[in-house]
């Protein structure tokens, strides 16, 4: 008789479970609370898979081996809660697909930059003629993909709650960008809770793995202090060189990674800004530790394309740049990106915060910001912290005012800068919404603004 894997969620991750599942020979069952996507659905009912949308029938949940859940599910659900204590084994997508993938797995997480690095560090190793997969938070589910095959690497965002989710998952190359309080709310408002579900991420590495970190980053130190730590640690820093790892000194970035090194000038890269100079060393040095070439390294960091909604460049018009910046849903994210100008910047702000403290920012706002337009339904928060401070405060729900305001109010040499700082569910559907309504809305003023 087929043992039952269950799993709750039918999103990206979910289905490519489901998919990868079936394939290694498990009857599956796909429970979602909401409703199934009709694409997903096809994909489903094409496969075999049997499935139920708008509820979890608990019986035959629990009647599984295992249970697959979504990185959107918290283990507060009283279903995850029931399971747990039936000793039924509840796991992320990522652990699951890790037992079937024969390749070398580079994982990347940390509050911010770690989109921006997991894209960087898979370019770099394409460049550098590896045979390379993307997976995790980023693209495809790893799962899906490997019904279709492996690959030699893999280059996998992952997040703490699917790290939350692992067991046996031994990345061969693991990198933690930096840490700063978010998510507060699955980790019990404890930011110590936050902390070790980051650091966890190196808990299974061996002294053959590699272990590349901010070492500046109070809070990493802390998150590895609680790790029994064997992996091989390629620190990299603002501050000083390591012995091994990465120092970038505000003109050059200089790399050693045992009998490689290998510096590096930013005139000649695509990224700018001291994060993004971070964001380098990590991809770069895992390109090194993978065996990628200098001349590939230097190549890659030339002509690579970041992420939608990550300091996107939109449009110029009047001589008012607007860029997109809607993957900054939290403080720390948007500090980069207001500090990564310094032309006098129209902030767009607001959604649904997430315990933020605004004055992280004030070193910035304070010489640089000339208008908060904030965009929310609840913009109290925004309004008391900044009122004041920044000269001209105006708030909208509607996104093509806002970016009306932008041009309205802004100077040739201005920057209209959407970086909300917060989570996007109270006026879209998630940050990427958030972002293609922005762009949809300067592109519509373009015409008009001549």
Request: charged letters at 25%; proline letters at 4%; glycine letters at 10%.
């Amino acid at each position: 008789m087929q043992k039952l894997i269950a799993i709750l969620g039918a999103g990206e991750s979910g289905v490519g479970a489901a998919l990868l599942a079936t394939r290694e020979g498990f009857a599956v069952w796909v429970s979602d609370m909401g409703m199934i996507s009709p694409a997903r659905k096809e994909m489903l009912v094409s496969a075999g898979i049997p499935f139920e949308e708008g509820g979890h029938s608990e019986e035959k949940i629990l009647a599984a081996v295992e249970i697959i859940k979504s990185p959107g599910i918290p283990d507060k659900a009283p279903l995850v809660k029931k399971a747990k204590e039936m000793g039924i084994p509840v796991i992320d997508e990522l652990e699951f697909a890790f037992r079937y993938s024969k390749g070398k797995v580079i994982a990347i997480t940390g509050t911010n930059g770690k989109t921006t690095t997991t894209l960087l560090t898979y370019h770099l190793l394409k460049k550098g003629g590896l045979d390379v997969g993307l997976g995790g938070n980023v693209g495809e589910s790893w799962a899906g993909q490997l019904v279709h095959g492996d690959k030699k690497w893999w280059v996998l965002e992952t997040s703490s709650f699917q790290i939350d989710g692992f067991k046996s998952f031994r990345p061969a190359i693991a990198i933690l960008t930096n840490i700063t309080p978010d998510h507060l709310d699955r980790y019990e408002y404890k930011l110590e809770n936050y902390v070790a579900s980051k650091a966890s991420l190196f808990k299974k590495m061996e002294v053959a793995d590699a272990a590349i970190f901010w070492e500046d980053d109070e809070l990493i130190q802390t998150g590895l202090g609680k790790v029994s730590m064997r992996a091989t640690c390629y620190p990299v820093s603002l501050k000083h060189q390591p012995t091994v790892g990465g120092y970038f000194d505000g003109d050059t970035i200089q790399l050693q990674t045992g009998s490689k090194n290998l510096k590096l000038n930013p005139e000649e890269m695509v990224l700018k800004g001291t994060h993004n100079m971070l964001n380098t060393m990590f991809a770069a040095s895992a390109a090194l530790l993978a065996g990628v070439s200098a001349e590939a390294i230097r190549e890659g960091l030339a002509d690579f394309q970041n992420a939608a909604h990550r300091m996107e460049p939109v449009a110029t018009i009047d001589g008012v740049a607007f860029v997109n910046d809607s993957k900054g849903t939290n403080v720390d994210a948007t500090a980069y990106a207001l500090a990564s100008y310094k032309q006098p910047i129209i902030w767009i702000a607001g959604g649904i915060d997430k315990g933020n403290d605004y004055s992280v920012l004030y070193p910035t706002t304070d010489t640089q910001v000339k208008m908060l337009i904030c965009l929310g339904v609840d913009n109290e928060k925004l309004k008391k912290a900044f009122g004041g401070r920044i000269p001209q405060i105006k708030e909208t729900q509607d996104i093509r005012e806002a970016v009306a305001w932008g041009l309205e109010y802004g100077k040739a040499g201005d920057v209209v800068l959407l970086s909300p700082a917060c989570a996007s569910f109270d006026l879209f559907k998630n940050y990427e919404d958030r972002g293609n309504q922005f762009k949809a809305a300067v592109e519509a003023i373009k015409p008009s603004a001549s």
